[in-house]
Each structure stands twice: as structure tokens, then as C-alpha cells.
């Protein structure tokens, strides 16, 4: 339900080797986080990088099980869009005052200082 009416979508339109796409992917994107880009992958934006990876982390997730339910062939209960946008609002409550992924993040950077510390040159 986070993602209920934000995500943008643009159609694949061959390589992108001219300036001529980043402006119309900007315009199809306006105010959303995230944005399929259609026979080509997942975008998303946020105010740094701890917020932008872990809105992917979450997007990533949330196709991951809808694919897995619909191969399952699990019955779906739709969800009134009442309910639907409420529980978005929800979730855009608490990234309004902090960004999220800050503690995720942060983790993340401690187990690659960790792991390999040449990460950072």
C-alpha cells in the first residue's frame, strides 16, 4: 500500500544515446519516488542515498511477493481504494520528518567498512 498511486511509468524507447529521454522520463516522474521504466527496470529518487536505496529495497521487495502470490495462485482480496489511500498516507507520514533508510543505512556502511574498507576509495 505504500506504493498505491506512486509510481511513475515510461515505455522503453531503444537506447538512451541522446539527451532527448532524461527531460520526458523527469516529466512522467514529477513528484513520485519511483518510476518503472518499462522493459528496462526499477528508478527511484529521494532526497539521498540512504532514503533512495531503501525505497528500492522496499519496491524490490514488494514486486518480489506479489510475484511469488500471483505464482502461487493465491485468491486476492481487493482492497478498497479508500482503505488503499489511507494506508499510503500512512506510510508517507513518518518519511516526511525523517528520511527513511537513515538507521538501515548507516548499518549498511558499517558492515562495508567491515567487509572490504577499500569500498570508499
Not at 43 to 52: H, P, Q, S
Not at 65 to 91: N, W
Request: proline letters at 4%; charged letters at 30%; aromatic letters at 10%.
Amino acid at each position: 500500500m505504500a506504493f498505491y498511486e506512486e509510481i511513475a511509468y515510461h515505455n522503453y524507447e531503444g537506447l538512451a544515446d541522446s539527451g532527448d529521454e532524461g527531460p520526458v522520463i523527469f516529466e512522467e516522474l514529477r513528484e513520485k519516488k519511483c518510476m518503472f521504466m518499462r522493459n528496462h527496470g526499477l528508478l527511484t529518487c529521494a532526497r539521498n542515498i540512504a532514503e533512495t536505496f531503501a525505497i528500492m529495497d522496499r519496491l524490490v521487495n514488494t514486486c518480489r511477493v506479489q510475484t511469488q502470490l500471483i505464482m502461487s495462485g493465491a485468491y486476492f482480496t481487493e482492497i478498497p481504494e479508500e482503505i488503499r489511500k489511507h494506508t499510503r498516507d500512512q506510510y508517507k507520514m513518518p518519511w516526511e520528518k525523517r528520511p527513511l533508510g537513515t538507521d538501515e543505512w548507516a548499518a549498511l556502511l558499517r558492515l562495508a567498512e567491515r567487509e572490504d574498507p577499500s569500498f570508499r576509495l
